[in-house]
């Protein structure tokens, strides 16, 4: 899909994805699930992978979850709460929607969203400066809608974890603040009846300087062994490096 939403770095177009879970299925990988990762790292030489998606999308639900349900293949949904109990979308898309709209080039879109996610109260600001639209087209819902509670619930095969209430970058936020965020995203599972691994987590964002060793002893002392990072690479025990096919080179079409 090319259009005005359409961002290289975030999203994959369908049929790279289902060429690559071809491949990495007819490779004879074994698709892990979040339980099954402490046996798997005592055996790096073993063909594994974890799938992850991030922030709950409905686009998840209606083009990837087929394929993956095709060949029951196991996969994690990284979720923040507060996006799906409102059945409104990320609060970077209703900026990016808003951008598109006043016809903002892609830079300068991407640059205001670089620099407003580091400032979490200039992201409560843009909220209600950025309202949900009152009508959406196919082509919005396609790349912005949340999936539902239930729709959630009727997923098979699936490990749900946290990745904060609100998606706001814990660097950003005072321990206080990080703890509110944690708390209310477990609330959430609780609440809605949704059972959510508690070994792991997703760092919003997951670069380099949206997480610190306070961030991480803060996480570990909640009991998270597994901490999902953006980095192309990590040293450091409990903290791994993810893969999406646009930085390995999969986005390319072959």
Known sequence: IQNLYYWPALCTPYTVFSRLLETLYDSHFTFLTPSELSYALKRPKDR???????????????????????????FVMAINGKYVETSSWQWFDRVWYKAVQAGWPLPATVAHIQQLKYNPHAIKKSLEQNPMPNSKTDIESLFFDITTVDEL?????????????????????????????????EEFFRRKGIKADATCFVLPNGTEKDFSPHVLHLLRERGIRYIFTMLPFTREEGLFARFTPASSGWQKEK
């Open 48 to 74: 594994t992978v974890l799938l992850t998606f991030d922030d709950g999308y409905r686009n998840t639900l209606l083009y990837a979850y087929p394929l993956l349900k095709a060949h029951d293949l196991p």
């Open 153 to 185: 619930k009727r997923l098979e095969n699936v490990s749900f974890v946290s990745h904060t209430y609100s998606h706001y970058i814990l660097t950003t936020l005072s321990e206080r603040e990080m703890q509110e965020e944690l708390d209310k995203n």
